[in-house]
């Protein structure tokens, strides 16, 4: 037996054409407005596969649909060596014709990369793509309408932000330990250095003052107010 030839579900271009518009408008009723920001590589390392001078320098406006509908998803805040880490996960589903449309003609990318970051303006986030799901659904008749990206909440690690939007560009006046960032500059843009080659850097951008304490320094704060470890009272049984 064999399947009815008078049907060829696989080459109907108009029937995947009439879906793919239909998705398109779904997503354009049901969906959320984002900023699509890709990833530029600067010096990518072929060794270690990594690029520790990529930055963010244009974001392109496209609909998506939020599939994470019962809220964020992944290890959520959990207590690390590192301190308190945040890694709230959000399933992102944007169509491919759309993509093509907003970004790939600017970008020449075929599809959304692991890495580029989506800006969230419904709760003010960055997050970055982790995984994209190329087969999000199967085929159905006989096409590919959409992406499917898992995203993770960013993590700032140095990256130039130049995207032209506040919200996403203050992650790097924020979190930025970079001295160059803070240096003083003359008329040519030139960086300013004492007899000593030392960057001159100006006091009101001073690192120190930029320093944001995370949840694990309020903590220990917190401890230290009623625990004593010290060398007199080391199991803090308030034998001194």
Do not use: H
């Not at 407005?33 to 320098?57: F, H, T």
């Not at 589903?93 to 449309?101: L, V, Y």
């Amino acid at each position: 037996m064999a399947t009815n030839f008078f049907f060829n579900n696989f080459n109907a271009s108009q029937e995947q054409l009439l879906l793919e518009n239909l998705i398109i408008e779904s997503i354009k009723i049901y969906g959320q407005d984002m900023q699509y920001i890709p990833r530029v590589l600067n010096k990518y390392d072929d060794v270690y596969g990594a690029d520790d001078q990529s930055s963010y320098e244009r974001a392109y406006p496209i609909e998506m649909y939020i599939k994470s509908i019962d809220g964020f998803s992944g290890d959520s805040d959990f207590l690390s060596k590192f301190g308190i880490e945040v890694r709230n996960e959000v399933v992102f589903s944007m169509a491919q014709r759309i993509f093509t449309e907003e970004v790939g003609s600017s970008t020449n990318q075929t599809r959304p990369n692991e890495g580029d970051l989506i800006y969230f303006p419904l709760n003010g986030k960055v997050f970055q793509i982790k995984y994209v799901n190329k087969f999000e659904m199967f085929y159905q008749l006989g096409a590919l309408q959409t992406w499917e990206v898992t995203c993770e909440l960013f993590e700032y690690s140095g990256e130039k932000m130049s995207t032209g939007i506040p919200e996403i560009d203050e992650l790097e006046l924020k979190f930025s330990t970079n001295v160059f960032d803070f240096a003083i500059k003359d008329e040519l843009d030139r960086i300013l250095t004492d007899e000593l080659a030392n960057v001159l850097i100006n006091e009101n951008k001073a690192l120190n003052d930029l320093i944001v304490l995370d949840d694990s320094d309020e903590i220990q704060e917190e401890s230290d107010a009623f625990i004593d470890f010290s060398a007199n009272d080391p199991f803090s049984e308030g034998n001194i």
